[in-house]
């Protein structure tokens, strides 16, 4: 059977730049064969089930050359895959995705194409730079900087300084010498604003802004690195008024994020919405472990009254134990239970089952769940905990201070520790370019740390949701925050904090 190639653009880097088209076929591809511009944010998208390639360019470094990438997609199609070719910025954009697309065509291979948003577009607008502006141009030009070795340039300097247009050049860094004295020799005056624009997007973005006759001096300077596009135009006057990317509380900062995948999505929010650039790298996946027979039996005792409290500890606790039931009966059999949940996060897992837990404690860890629920108890009640199979023995032993409690602590999921595929945690936080490991669990803090090899802890700044989580991360002599209270809107507070005490140092 002939599978297909979609032809995805990525956009600049920011993860939340992809659009939605991109993100659902990238969810159900087989194989995705991506580059090196292409942002982390959305290389942790790709789901587990898919193989990937890589078919990286960096400054003349090839890990294939252009004909092999455009085989591979041929030969996966061919196999019957669902085949990704995910590509930074725009596909059609100096992308060659239109070299790609002839091969498939002349094997009749069914192919899509989902545009990206352009740097071109994008990086400027980040650094508050309109590539138009009524009062300024009516035109915008994109040129790619790229040559190739030993050749010189194609480029007609002359025309382009005579639409009197935004000129942004891509991919010239390396060749920002020949660029401005391209456009000075074609007659553009010297005190032209014109702008480098470095990593943009990204928590590392950076605008050195200078006259077309000074920038390469500032640049030499500020010492620019790759990938960084090249902005010409009166426009570029306007990036300190309209600047606003590095305006927000979290702008160039980098967090990492553990939580599992399935839970991730609200603390990463919460920090994208005060600037952050969010890396979504769960270190630990729950894997339900509760059986059919077992669950049946537990629903049984619930529906005869034997259990007076059902006790979550953890959304995916929650999760897991009530799909089944799902799965297997009707919700009424719990009516007779009440419910009790450690803290907010489980609490809101609950209400999307329509449930309301009928008890919070005052503080959200095990210990004081278990004291507080202990003085609700009459003797001789009955609690069940479906909860992961190496559950915190603080709250069981609370508990027992209700004279003949009957506990049925019921593993009902296992923690299983989780690398990225694609993502060097070690080299991340060793390098310096991301600022905070985020952990909500003392088992995201281990997940991370088997993930992390022989990283040097002590370069981690950890934000942690609680004591035992903080306690998990000093072990590994990691320098550590925690949160005011145990919830995820306290957890953005906290990373907020750090990061502002660490500018102040």
């Known amino acids: 059977m002939m599978g297909k190639v979609w032809l995805v653009g990525a956009g600049p880097g920011d993860a939340g730049l992809m659009t939605l088209r991109g993100k659902e076929v990238l969810e159900q591809?087989?194989?995705?064969?991506?580059?090196?511009?292409?942002?982390?944010?959305?290389?942790?998208?790709?789901?587990?089930?898919?193989?990937?390639?890589?078919?990286?360019?960096?400054?003349g470094k090839h890990f294939l050359k252009q004909e092999e990438t455009n085989e591979v997609l041929l030969k996966e199609a061919l196999a019957g895959n669902k085949v990704v070719r995910l590509k930074g910025g725009d596909p059609f954009l100096f992308g060659r995705g239109g070299e790609e697309l002839e091969l498939l065509t002349r094997h009749q291979v069914p192919f899509e194409i989902v545009p990206g948003i352009t740097s071109a577009i994008a990086v400027p607008a980040y650094n508050g730079i309109p590539v138009t502006h009524r009062d300024f141009c009516s035109s915008v030009h994109v040129i790619t900087g790229h040559k190739r070795a030993?050749?010189?340039?194609?480029?007609?300097?002359?025309?382009?300084?005579?639409?009197?247009?935004?000129?942004?050049?891509?991919?010239?860094?390396?060749?920002?010498?020949?660029?401005?004295?391209?456009?000075?020799?074609?007659?553009?005056?010297?005190?032209?604003?014109?702008?480098?624009?470095?990593?943009?997007?990204?928590?590392?973005?950076?605008?050195?802004?200078?006259?077309?006759?000074?920038?390469?001096?500032?640049?030499?300077?500020?010492?620019?690195?790759?990938?960084?596009?090249?902005?010409?135009?009166?426009?570029?006057?306007?990036?300190?008024?309209?600047?606003?990317?590095?305006?927000?509380?979290?702008?160039?900062v980098k967090a990492v994020v553990t939580r599992p995948r399935e839970l991730v999505s609200g603390l990463a929010q919460l920090l994208r919405q005060q600037g952050a650039q969010v890396l979504e790298l769960p270190s630990i996946h729950t894997l339900p472990i509760l059986t059919d027979e077992d669950t049946r039996r537990h629903l049984r005792k619930l529906s005869e009254g034997e259990?007076?409290?059902?006790?979550?500890?953890?959304?995916?606790?929650?999760?897991?134990?009530?799909?089944?039931?799902?799965?297997?009966?009707?919700?009424?059999?719990?009516?007779?239970?009440?419910?009790?949940?450690?803290?907010?996060?489980?609490?809101?897992?609950?209400?999307?089952?329509g449930f309301r837990a009928d008890f919070i404690p005052s503080s959200f860890d095990g210990e004081t769940l278990g004291r507080e629920l202990a003085g609700l108890l009459p003797a001789g009640a009955?609690?069940?905990?479906?909860?992961?199979?190496?559950?915190?023995?603080?709250?069981?032993?609370?508990?027992?201070?209700?004279?003949?409690?009957?506990?049925?602590?019921?593993?009902?999921?296992?923690?299983?520790?989780?690398?990225?595929?694609?993502?060097?945690?070690?080299?991340?936080?060793?390098?310096?370019?991301?600022?905070?490991?985020?952990?909500?669990?003392?088992?995201?803090?281990r997940g991370f740390a088997n993930s992390a090899g022989d990283l040097d802890f002590t370069k981690v700044n950890a934000v942690c949701i609680g004591r035992q989580t903080c306690q998990a991360a000093q072990e590994y002599g990691m320098r550590t925050w925690t949160a005011q209270k145990p919830t995820l809107d306290d957890l953005a507070a906290c990373v907020e904090k750090a990061a502002l005490e660490l500018r102040q140092r």
């Open 29 to 59: 591809a087989d194989v995705v064969v991506y580059d090196a511009l292409v942002g982390q944010g959305i290389l942790t998208m790709i789901p587990d089930r898919a193989r990937l390639i890589f078919a990286g360019k960096r400054a």
């Open 150 to 252: 030993s050749q010189s340039y194609d480029i007609d300097f002359e025309a382009l300084v005579r639409t009197k247009g935004t000129l942004v050049f891509l991919m010239g860094i390396s060749a920002l010498p020949d660029i401005c004295h391209g456009l000075l020799k074609a007659g553009m005056p010297a005190r032209m604003p014109a702008a480098v624009l470095e990593k943009g997007t990204s928590a590392a973005q950076r605008r050195i802004c200078a006259t077309l006759g000074s920038l390469e001096e500032e640049c030499q300077k500020a010492q620019v690195n790759t990938p960084a596009i090249i902005v010409v135009g009166e426009v570029c006057s306007l990036a300190e008024t309209f600047s606003w990317y590095e305006k927000r509380p979290l702008a160039g």
């Open 307 to 353: 259990y007076d409290w059902l006790v979550f500890t953890s959304p995916s606790g929650v999760r897991i134990f009530l799909e089944k039931v799902k799965e297997l009966q009707d919700f009424r059999v719990m009516s007779k239970a009440r419910f009790a949940v450690i803290g907010q996060g489980t609490q809101k897992e609950l209400a999307k089952y």
């Open 382 to 445: 009955g609690v069940l905990i479906p909860r992961a199979s190496i559950g915190n023995q603080e709250l069981v032993r609370a508990l027992r201070a209700v004279e003949g409690v009957r506990i049925t602590d019921w593993p009902t999921y296992r923690t299983e520790y989780v690398s990225s595929r694609v993502i060097d945690i070690k080299e991340l936080f060793e390098s310096g370019e991301a600022d905070f490991a985020v952990f909500t669990s003392a088992s995201t803090v």
